[in-house]
C-alpha cells in the first residue's frame, strides 16, 4: 500500500503562481513514476504533467511553459510549481503514483486549485 498526501492548493488570482506537494509513504519502490492528474467539475481527471524516479518528464499541452514537475527520492515527494495560472486551471488536483507504467495508480485525497479571473 502507498498512501500519497497533497498541500498547497488554494485561491489564487489569473497570472498568479501555486506550488504543490505530494508526499508519499509506505510501500514505495525505488523505480517508479509520480505525477498530477486534475479533475474539474463534470470532466474526466487528466494528466497535467509526471516524473520517473530517473528524472524523466511528461507534460499534457494545457500546462507546457508555464507548469514545472520535480521530485525529491530521498524524501519521496512530487512538486508542481504552477505559474501564469488561468481560471481554466481551477480543478482538484491529485497526486499519482506509479510503480510501472501499466501498473494502476494510487491517488492521494487530492488538493483544490480556484483561479479566478
Known amino acids: 500500500q502507498v498512501q500519497l498526501v497533497e498541500s498547497g492548493g488554494g485561491l489564487v488570482q489569473a497570472g498568479g503562481s501555486l506550488r504543490l506537494s505530494c508526499v508519499a509513504s509506505?510501500?514505495?519502490?525505488?523505480?517508479?513514476?509520480m505525477g498530477w492528474y486534475r479533475q474539474a467539475p463534470g470532466l474526466q481527471r487528466e494528466l497535467v504533467a509526471d516524473?520517473?524516479?530517473?528524472?524523466?518528464?511528461n507534460y499534457a499541452d494545457s500546462g507546457k511553459g508555464r507548469f514545472t514537475i520535480s521530485r525529491d527520492n530521498v524524501k519521496n515527494t512530487v512538486y508542481l510549481q504552477m505559474n501564469s495560472l488561468k481560471p481554466g486551471d481551477t480543478a482538484v488536483y491529485y497526486c499519482?503514483?506509479?510503480?510501472?507504467?501499466?501498473?494502476?495508480?494510487?491517488w492521494g485525497q487530492g488538493t483544490q486549485v480556484t483561479v479566478s479571473s
Open positions: 516524473i520517473t524516479s530517473g528524472g524523466s518528464t
Open positions: 499519482s503514483y506509479r510503480r510501472y507504467t501499466w501498473s494502476v495508480p494510487y
Open positions: 509506505g510501500n514505495i519502490f525505488t523505480a517508479n513514476t
